[in-house]
């Protein structure tokens, strides 16, 4: 009896010992699934105060300066294979350190994302900064990353603290608040990150009814005029957003960073990512619609980030020119073209109602005419999903 007890003891020893172990950099990673990775973190004094008063639970000055912290990482299908290319890495964090991948991980297969789940990032608890630095420091080592194209994503009190992150490192074009605001502090919500990284666009899905449905309005006073941003409202309460609302958030995320952003700059490794991606989707089109967005898609691509200089992109691009002529000829693309002209007006209106009530009613409606118009077309489905977010939206 004596031996199974201290045979006990020993093993939950060492199983306490491993726990604390940071894991090896040789570390194999397997792909389509979950790593467990423990590494080590440091946070500086003026990293510990940048954000303003805290509150006492979730001081990061409260933590030790330095210790280990436990993270999980997620290896798209491929990468062993293809050992060259590089990936765009997700940070995600949520309120009870627990990040879900459900919502994402179809996205991170099909186009290539590394996820990062903090674990060690807790509401109430002062780890979460440097959960935070220390995977971000150590992922960037350990895995083939790109530098330039890192987004930020979290949920509730999750989804405050993946704010913050652009203003710690660099490389972040993008944050997705899911039933989240902006860190705050006593003075109100801090958008240092905004300011500190003027390339970092915000996508947020706000659900309802919900605490930080209310600081919708805050957020759209507070943000840097030239910060890129736009809002969601669900009837979600404060669950993460469906995979439906994350895949609307990264495409607008994508076309925002890569086409819309006029002074964003991008590696050559981060363009061939994201033109692979696309080329992809256009051999796989299920419409011909979809096949003709695609193709203007990378031919405005190509040549704002100058592909055209590498022959086969240039004449791959070339080669749109005259199919997408005859696809336009194609009465089922006409009347999406017809749609998709509808859609850019009224959003154009949309973009200017700002907090007029009134105002965004008629957008709403003029969202909801479109919808019935032409219910079966793609731009007639993105207004009938506007017409709700602003419907919930000024409900609120």
């Known amino acids: 009896m004596r031996l199974t007890l201290l045979a006990c003891l020993c093993f939950l020893f060492c199983e306490a010992v491993s726990a604390g172990a940071v894991t090896p950099m040789d570390a194999e990673l397997l792909e389509g699934r979950l790593n467990d990775i423990r590494c080590e973190y440091s946070v500086t004094r003026p990293e510990a105060a940048l954000m303003g008063s805290y509150d006492r639970f979730e001081d990061p000055a ?3 300066p330095k210790g280990t912290c436990f993270y999980q990482l997620y290896i798209p299908p491929g ?54 630095l220390g995977a971000h420091d150590d992922v960037v080592k350990r895995v083939r990353a790109l530098p330039d194209f890192k987004v930020a994503t979290g949920s509730k009190a999750g989804g405050d603290f993946a704010s913050t992150y652009a203003a710690y490192r660099s490389g972040f074009k993008g944050y997705i608040g899911q039933s989240s605001c902006f860190w705050s502090d006593r003075q109100g919500h801090r958008y240092d990150a905004a300011r500190m990284n003027k ?53 607008w995320l994508e076309k925002t960073v890569f086409l819309d952003a006029r002074l964003i700059k991008f590696s050559q490794d981060t363009l061939s990512w994201h033109y692979r991606n696309k080329l992809i989707a256009l051999e796989k089109a299920q419409s011909p619609f979809e096949k003709y967005e695609l193709m203007e898609y990378l031919a405005a ?34 009347k999406e073209l017809a749609a998709r002209m509808q859609f850019l007006v009224i959003s154009q209106m949309d973009n200017r109602y700002l907090a007029n009530d009134a ?19 793609v731009y007639g489905k993105k207004a009938a999903v506007r017409a709700a977010s602003l419907r919930i939206e000024f409900r609120f």
């Open 199 to 251: 390339e970092l666009a915000v996508y947020q899905v706000l659900g309802t009814p919900h605490p930080s449905f209310r600081c919708r309005a805050a957020i759209k006073s507070g943000l840097p005029k030239d910060t890129f941003h736009a809002v969601e409202c669900v009837d979600i309460g404060d669950a993460w957003a469906r995979s439906d609302a994350m895949e609307r958030a990264l495409d």
């Open 62 to 64: 409260a933590a030790p």
């Open 301 to 334: 691509f190509a040549k704002k980030h100058n592909l055209v200089s590498r022959k086969e992109i240039r004449e791959t691009t070339q080669g749109f020119e005259k199919e997408l002529q005859t696809l336009a000829r194609d009465d089922p693309v006409k």
């Open 359 to 377: 105002k965004a009613h008629q957008v709403a409606s003029a969202h909801e005419a479109l919808a019935k118009q032409y219910e079966d077309t």
């Open 79 to 132: 990468y062993n294979r293809n050992a060259e290319w590089k990936y765009p890495v997700m940070f995600i964090a949520s309120a009870k350190g627990a990040p879900i991948t459900d919502n994402v991980e179809a996205r991170a297969r099909r186009d290539g994302w590394i996820l990062v789940l903090l674990m060690d990032s807790v509401e109430g608890d002062p780890l979460w900064l440097a959960n935070f």
